[in-house]
Nanobody
Framework: QVQLVESGGGSVHPGGSLRLACAASGFEDAEYAVGWFRQVPGKERERISCVGRPWGKITYANFMEGRFTIQNDDAASMVYLQLNDLGPEDTGLYFC????????????????????WGQGTQVTVSS
């Protein structure tokens, strides 16, 4: 069974940075994808970035501005999300999600394509 556990959230001042971590394990297929999302108060859930493994090759897709960077560490079964230059508008709950047996670019995945979701980690940006 796929398990996803996020960590690394917290409270920072505007302009600060955080590195979120997603411990992703239990995949049955070598071709799987992991994505990062966020739920900001008053807005719909947003895709941030994803990493996939079509044909065994690691590929990335980014859906938001360049302040956020996804990083993958297969050896540690971790997917990280580096958040830089944070502002109050970035306050929200950040999730990682995964789909097993996905042999295509993760850019093609939509929210409802992801089968597994973590509990989320809270990011709060305030003065």
């Amino acid at each position: 069974q796929v398990q996803l556990v996020e960590s690394g959230g917290g409270s920072v001042h505007p302009g600060g940075s955080l590195r979120l971590a997603c411990a992703a394990s239990g995949f049955e297929d070598a071709e799987y994808a992991v994505g990062w999302f966020r739920q900001v108060p008053g807005k719909e859930r947003e895709r941030i970035s994803c990493v996939g493994r079509p044909w065994g090759k690691i590929t990335y897709a980014n859906f938001m501005e360049g302040r956020f960077t996804i990083q993958n560490d297969d050896a540690a079964s971790m997917v990280y999300l580096q958040l830089n230059d944070l502002g109050p508008e970035d306050t929200g709950l950040y999730f990682c999600a995964a789909v097993d047996d996905w042999g295509h670019s993760c850019a093609a995945l939509r929210d409802n394509d992801y089968d597994f979701w973590g509990q989320g980690t809270q990011v709060t940006v305030s003065s």
